[in-house]
């Protein structure tokens, strides 16, 4: 504003026009679905219910709508509210019971919650049906006050504060909610800057920012910690609208803050308790977009892109439409929720899926408020819910996650790394691609994914695509119809069709024949196949595990392996690391497998000596952990009374020769070593080191190494 008088204009717009909008806004956030919520006004008729409400009531919204809650009790009950809810009560609020009375007949025992003036003239009213203190399950039948139950309603039940804002961020309007949050009085709030209200003030920018992004966006939310009139701090959730008037001209900004601290600190606790096995949960997260017509979308938020998949200027070509982000099977849940909004204001919230722009859903929570006098129609809340329910299923499945790791051993920072990944993927669908060195335990981890995922009481099926004959790997992946070739005289079921609704694990997948790549990429795109000699598509639901130790990166520019494969299968890489790389573990280990090989052979090994134990751990592994393996089930066989005899002579002579040894001589070693292990083969051996073949032949010539010596 450029003036005084425009100024004074803008407030008097506010007052006037402000209390409506910020009630919508209010509405959309309050009404979670299934909540019995209503709003009331001073001559305790409602205004407005949850569809929570009706349910609890037994009744349609527009039944209750213009009724009081003392029209619901049953004959005889004492008054409910008193009769002028903006009268002197502690605190502002007031809770209770009350027998209510079905439309069954039954009277049911209900707790009740008064928020009161939250905004000029209505109140929140929040009721909760009680249940035995028994068994905590079954509605309670009425019961008198002496026997009543003591439950209230729930403990997320809370006070809201809500003001309105200037263009500049002062306080313009203030209600009660505000006053019994914040503490200060409608007198000493009025005229402030609301950065007064961030524990730095507005040092950091935060408020401007938020105004801009809220005019920009038309609504912006944010979580951060607020201050008290007495200096003390809460976790504030905060919603900003930004008020436009009929010509799109801003004129100032509506707020509502909640207090959200329990919630934090409950989060908080969470995530310490989860942090040694997992990355800590990101909380469900409103997104807000700006709609000028119920089937166009002019505007929206990055967080609501970002949802999506859609670019900004994407958005502004008109290419990003609400219908054609609903799923057919929620479009009539959208027409009612249009219809409800029409005739109401706003509508109950409600939980659907959206299509993203890859064609993934995502499940969210949709609450749609009309703002008639913006200039754009509805405003419309959406909470992705797929952090709320990965949550849920990670809570199931809490309890067996030590059990589901059991074969996977160590304590190290890097292997507690792999096992958060596994963690954080497991509950997903997405394809997971395995990387690593041989003996570093891929299968394990492929295993630990299938156990802990929604899928685990399916079948896990593994396919060793090194260990099949070229000519034969279709077949066992796919399957074959009976004649299809000469020998088929049945019918066979592939691995992929074994799996069907479980988890496939394709192990050495590099190896595949890149003619076959073409057909598993098309299984994978359009979740269906056809048999070898077979005419009939197949779907499939399969979540794929696929893994090796190869150098894909480097098949691929040597044309061994199709590019649009590898980055169908690399949609979550996890890489398991060489035990070199994590010698922390090897003590663990050891103990483990001498246990394991000891039980097995009816031994008892009780110790493993200390020299033992210190070649053990400065052994380099070249194969891992199952080189480890196996050297410990080969000395438990050695042993013979309680302590391990292995035959460390070997390893400290190995380790001593190349102790005072050059970086030649060690890279030397080392190419021999693996020259051995992949058969003298070049190209498998280039591609285990990680080169190209010129650069390993270059080596070779720089090494003095010669067929000679392989």
Sequence with gaps: MNSTASQLEANHWLKEHGPRELELLFRAIVFHPGTPVLITDDNLRYRDASIG??????????????????????????PVIPERLGGPLK?????????????????????YSVRMDVLPVRHVVVLQELQD????????????????????????????????????????????????IYGYRSSEAIGQSASNLDPDGDSTGTMREALRRADSEGHFGAEAWSRKKDGSQFWANVITLALKDEHGDLQGFARVVR???????RDEKLRRSRARVRPAPVQSAIVGIISGEYDCTPEANDAFLDLVGYTRQELQTGILHWPSLTPQEYQGLDELAHEEGLRFGAC???????????????????ATAVLKLS??????????????????????????????????????????????????????????LVLGETGTGKELIARAIHRISPRRNLPFISLNCAAIPTGLLESELFGYERGAFTGALSQKIGRFEMAHRGTLFLDEVGDIPLDLQPKLLRALQEKSFERLGGTRTIPIDVRLVAATNRNLTQM????????????????????????????????????????????????TIETIPTETMKALVKWQWPGNVRELENFIERSVILSNG??????????????????GATLEEVERDYILRVFRETGGVVSATATRLGVPRTTLNAMMTKLGISRGDL
Excluded at 142 to 168: E, G, I, N
Excluded at 348 to 366: A, H, N, Q
Excluded at 558 to 565: E, T, Y
């Design 53 to 78: 409400a009706g349910k609890l009531l037994g009744l349609r919204r527009d039944q209750i709508i213009g009724r009081t809650l003392g029209e619901f009790t049953g004959p005889g009950s004492p």
């Design 91 to 111: 605190d502002g609020k007031q809770e209770g019971t009350v027998p209510l009375l079905h439309p069954d007949g039954k009277t049911r025992e209900v707790a």
């Design 556 to 603: 691929m520019g040597d044309k061994l392996f199709r590019s649009d494969l590898y980055y169908r299968l690399k949609v979550f890489p996890i890489t398991t690391p060489p035990l070199r790389d994590h010698p922390e573990d090897i003590p663990v280990l050891a103990r483990h497998f001498t246990k394991k090989y000891a039980e097995k052979m009816n031994r």
């Design 375 to 432: 200039p754009f129609r509805w405003i419309t809340f959406v909470t992705d819910l797929r952090e709320r329910d990965r949550t849920e299923r990670l809570d199931d499945q809490v309890i067996e996650i030590k059990h589901n790791f059991e074969e996977i051993v160590g304590e190290s920072s890097v292997m507690k790394r792999v096992m958060s990944q596994v963690e954080v993927v497991a509950p997903t669908d997405a394809t997971v």
């Design 259 to 265: 207090d959200f601290s329990e919630r934090h600190e």
């Design 133 to 180: 203190e028994a068994d905590g399950t079954e509605p309670r039948e009425s019961a008198t006050r002496k026997d009543a139950p003591t439950r209230t309603v729930p403990t997320w039940v809370q006070d809201y504060a809500l003001f309105l804002m200037d263009v500049d961020g002062k306080v313009v309007a203030w209600y009660a909610g505000a006053e019994r």
């Design 642 to 659: 309680s302590m391990l005899r292995a035959p460390v002579n070997e390893l400290v002579a190995a380790t001593e020769t190349s102790g």
């Design 348 to 366: 109950t919230p409600f939980e659907k899926e959206l299509i993203r722009k890859d064609g993934t859903r995502v499940p969210v929570l949709v």
